[in-house]
């Protein structure tokens, strides 16, 4: 445990500065002592203050994870983390980073398109439901999920910003790729084409030329003359329709229910 600590305190300061290369060569080598220790889950009878520094190696492993926009690390620290939420709720003291992590997870939900996991999990919080809205890290995932359903895309983009933690920016980035997608869909299916600019607004990019390049990966047509994106439209497919066999199937069909009857 001594060097466990030790490693620790580095693990503390590295965390502190920034220092993610260094963050995660200290992660590997505590996960390894943890593992050794009996801690990364705790079995025995171990004691409060190896439980919290195990507690707090994780927590750092988690926000570590997505400061380094790896997501799968970061679902391994969570669900790690979860005998500490819960197994040990009543003997460890609240840690200041568990509904940070605890909400993170939540949007991590909705940039996977999880709904249902994503109120399975909100109602399995150790929060009464009227104590939602007054927690800042949880009622900001509650209201992305209710904009999304709503559509309304504007409000989840300015949340962006409203964000109570740093690290909500990379699932709301994400989740943002995901509605640029089915809005351009949209426009591709309701437009021939449109002002670069009007495109520019309707897609939440900060500029033109983060247009011009989502416009290229689209297989959009630009004409830079007149400043207008021209989508390309998708040929009507000819469907023969099989009626001889339609008909065969209805009088069959019609023959049976006279049977029956």
């Known amino acids: 445990m001594a060097n466990l600590k030790a490693l620790y305190n580095d693990l503390q300061k590295s965390f502190n500065s920034n220092d993610l290369k260094k963050c995660g060569t200290l992660l590997s080598q505590l996960k ?3 593992i050794e220790a009996g801690l990364l889950i705790p079995q025995g009878d171990p004691s409060l203050d190896d439980l919290i520094v195990a507690r707090d190696i994780l927590e750092i492993g988690a926000i570590w994870s997505i400061r380094t926009r790896d997501v799968p690390s970061f679902d391994r620290y969570f669900s790690q983390l979860q005998t500490f939420y819960t197994d040990y709720s009543s003997l460890l003291p609240p840690s200041k980073r568990e509904y940070p992590i605890r909400s993170l997870n939540l949007v991590r939900l909705l940039t996977q398109n999880r709904i249902a996991d994503f109120h399975t999990t909100l109602e399995s919080l150790p929060l009464p439901a009227d104590a939602i809205a007054d927690n800042p890290y949880i009622s900001h995932p509650v209201n992305l999920e209710r904009w999304l359903m709503e559509g309304s895309y504007s409000k989840v983009w300015n949340a962006r910003e409203e964000a109570p933690v740093e690290e909500y920016k990379f699932f709301v980035d994400s989740l943002m790729g995901t509605i640029r997608n089915e809005i351009a869909s949209c426009e591709e299916a309701a437009y021939e ?5 009007d495109a520019t607004t309707l897609l939440f990019f900060n500029n033109q030329s983060e247009a011009l390049t989502f416009a290229k990966q689209r297989g959009w047509q630009v004409d830079l003359s007149n400043s207008t994106i021209v989508f390309a439209k998708k040929g009507e497919e000819n469907m023969e329709i099989p009626k001889e066999k339609l008909i065969t199937a ?12």
């Open 193 to 197: 084409n449109l002002p670069l600019k």
């Open 32 to 34: 390894i002592g943890l």
């Open 250 to 261: 209805s009088l069959a069909y019609a023959r049976e229910l006279e049977q029956i009857v």
